[in-house]
């Protein structure tokens, strides 16, 4: 799944969310979420997920920048996934390209309380790229206790889907298993638009399948692995 980066205008805090065809669901990047940390590095790509079970679960976006923790303060926000989610155990982990800023990935963190912390809307304006962003929503309502992972990956500028899964696999760990792009079904990398890279796991970290709705059309089930992706 593809991510457009959204601006956000003075007059308020609603994102617009550039569309695009088949399965490349928008994300807002607006003034509702900001980032509390940065990653350590462990020395690989791979990125150990917060407040998830068991601790051994980690993703790996393809793109290897500096990594921060970010987070939403909207309740229920329908820009970042159908699903309803519990706020404080979603969280975004957000690859940024530094080269042209001039500045450190802890410059971009902080509290959301604390007015100096940058929203995701005002990187743009620091010079700083967004490349790649896996979701992990602990899910709420008729979906309690599961969870949703997204893979999204810029196309503007178009460095991110130039250069993600040259080098490094789109990968992650979820409950012992490997989930890994490698392409097929009519799918050559995770940016294509037939790409949804959309999974939903059961409580139990079972796949239950993934996301195969059309942009902004909700949330449809459909059995199975996302196009492109194999799992051992």
Known sequence: MKFHTALVGTWGLAAVTI????????????ETI????VVT??????????D????????????????????????GDNTLTALPYQLKHSFLYTWVDLSLAGISASSLTGPASNPNTP???????????INAQVSVFRLAGAYLGDYEIIFNYATSPEVACDNVYTKIAPTFSWHGKI??????????????SAATNDFLF??????LGYNSAPDSSGFVLTPGLPPGWTVH
Not at 45 to 50: E, G, H, I, K, S
Request: proline share 6%.
């Open 202 to 207: 059961g409580s139990s970290g079972v796949l």
């Open 179 to 192: 989930y890994t792009f490698v392409g097929g079904g009519g799918v050559t990398t995770p940016c294509d």
């Open 19 to 30: 569309a695009a065809a088949a399965y490349a669901r928008g994300i807002s990047i607006d």
């Open 41 to 50: 590095s462990t020395g690989t790509p791979q990125v150990f997920l917060t």
């Open 119 to 129: 929203p995701l809307s005002n990187f743009s304006s620091l010079n700083v790229s």
């Open 34 to 37: 900001t980032c509390a940390s």
């Open 52 to 75: 998830t079970a068991p601790k051994s679960n980690y993703v790996t976006s393809g793109v290897n920048f500096p990594v921060l923790v970010c987070a939403d303060s909207v309740t």
